[in-house]
DNA sequence: AACTCCGTTCGGTACAGCCGAACGAGATTC
DNA sequence: GAATCTCGTTCGGCTGTACCGAACGGAGTT
């Protein structure tokens, strides 16, 4: 994994003590299985051993971790599971989503997830893993790249052409394998593509090896909420199951928005005649 | 909800600044959909409004809370559901008994759930919801009272005579219906009971028209890890059925058991000769 | 247009949090 | 079995930061 080793300074803002804390909460993230020790702790802040204890005794005062004896280590706290289960119950989409997201499983043998839009990128709010011994690396919560992802290009092709170059310019267009999309013109085709069949395909876009097909679904006044997605394995998905598969996603997703009080008449992702009218707010 | 409002002063112990901090999250949490208003934050630590306009930036800026536009009000954030989601995966537990839960409620229609022991209560870490209208309030991530909980007593029932009665004086015999063990020789009695038959019934002592059934799985040593349960309407079982529901969660918390690495040997309390971990607050 | 209500910014100051040193328990080695 | 080492934990003094209060600016209301 790429992963920045920096989450521990946004530097110029921010409370001190607070930020340390916070990173010590994703310190013993990283950590796994192990967790941290005071030294660990210590070390990876670049502060005193004590400093770290106050702090880690502070977080395990709130459940934010626990510490395990004996030679105390200090693993991610049951706090975070309560709150992480609350930030789905209170976006009423998750909850909606779960049966759907079964369903989806169940008619395609696949792991599929639901994804709501933030800034353009797709986060991962719910999922319900396949039968298969395969399982993928999808953390909830997670920002997706909005290029390389079929959730992501299911929420992009429902935007106009400016915003999309727009949020390729705030987010790049990183690549991810040999065949992400790395040019904005690139990008445009195949959101033109998506228009036009309804779906979103990543096709070993975001992982060597891995589809993924994507549908957005949209609230009441038709505007973009997020995607449905299923993710397999590439060899297992010949080009036919692959179309079947994607009306299926479709479909869900028309249901996920109906199911949101949103309506279908009004510009589907089916017809790309999107009248591209400025849109405020 | 009977919810106290002290979360934020565990008062001698602790940095300051990350204790309002965390107590901003605990207050965003409680907010509900609704969210936090900056006066609402600035109220509910008793600072100043720019206090806990700093407080409220470093979480945001860690994801821990996002503020959603306009006026802005501060929500739960996605690295809340991130970091919840990786306490699920630390733990082998959630992972492996997914499966048989999705099983439980498969055979019974009922909610599902796995909890593991923490300081002799049950915490729980997974939900299957059954497919009825009617949904249960289980946050996962929560504590539920060890005497008045199939988890709960399935757990204890694991446990010798003695280190029942220290629980019970630990953690009071809290009443939350007209049928709830209010007295330590009732809840022995029970135990007892819960042994002869091998699964755990609490018959509406949790709360009022609800009964659930439990049984605990345990590790390779014979120790308790943890309990299996359903939950249901307490019209919608009759004592027949309560029996064939118990079975069946005997059977799937011992495939768990297995599954663990664990051995089915008998003995439960008995052969545990550890007291307890000796430690002062 | 004036008023009000919030969110946001900006310094000065008190005190909270940081550091370093010292203590004690467990493990490891000779 | 004693000595040594490592690591968690406690304590007090100093420093710098996080807190407060006041002032600013924008949006909605009368």
Redesign the pocket.
């Known amino acids: 994994m790429r992963e920045d080793r920096t989450v521990a300074a946004p530097a110029s803002n ?7 804390a916070l990173a010590l909460v994703d310190a013993a993230a990283m950590a796994g299985q192990g967790g941290l ?4 702790a ?1 070390e990876a ?13 502070t977080l395990v005062a709130h459940g934010y971790l626990r ?1 395990e004896r ?4 200090y693993l991610l706290g049951m706090s975070l599971m309560r709150l992480g289960d609350l930030v789905g119950q209170h976006l009423p989409v998750a909850e909606m989503s779960r049966a759907l997201l079964r369903e989806l499983t169940a008619a395609t043998g696949l792991t599929s997830r639901v994804a709501v839009v933030d800034d353009g990128c797709p986060v991962f709010l719910e999922r319900v893993d396949g039968p298969g011994m395969v399982r993928f690396h999808t953390p909830l919560g997670f920002r997706e790249a909005p290029h390389a992802s079929a959730a992501g290009k299911a929420i992009l092709a429902t935007y106009d052409d400016a915003r999309v170059r727009a949020i390729c310019e705030a987010e790049g267009l990183v690549p991810h394998t040999r065949s992400t999309i790395d040019t904005v013109d690139g990008l445009l085709a195949d959101l033109e593509q998506t228009r036009a069949r309804g779906f979103a395909v990543d096709d070993e876009e975001a992982a060597e090896g891995v589809f993924c097909v994507g549908a957005a679904f949209s609230d009441h006044q038709g505007r973009c909420l997020g995607a449905l997605s299923v993710t397999g394995i590439r060899a297992e998905a010949p080009p036919s199951r692959l179309l079947q598969i994607g009306q299926l996603v479709r479909e869900h997703a028309d249901r996920l928005t109906k199911d949101m009080g949103g309506h279908l008449n009004e510009v589907p992702a089916s017809l790309d005649t999107r009248p591209r009218r400025g849109e405020r707010g």
């Not at 802040?45 to 005794?57: C, D, P, R």
């Open positions: 921010g409370v001190r003590s607070v930020n340390r020790s005071l030294g660990d210590a802040l670049g502060v005193a051993k004590s400093t770290a204890f106050n702090l880690l005794k510490e004996p030679g105390p280590r």
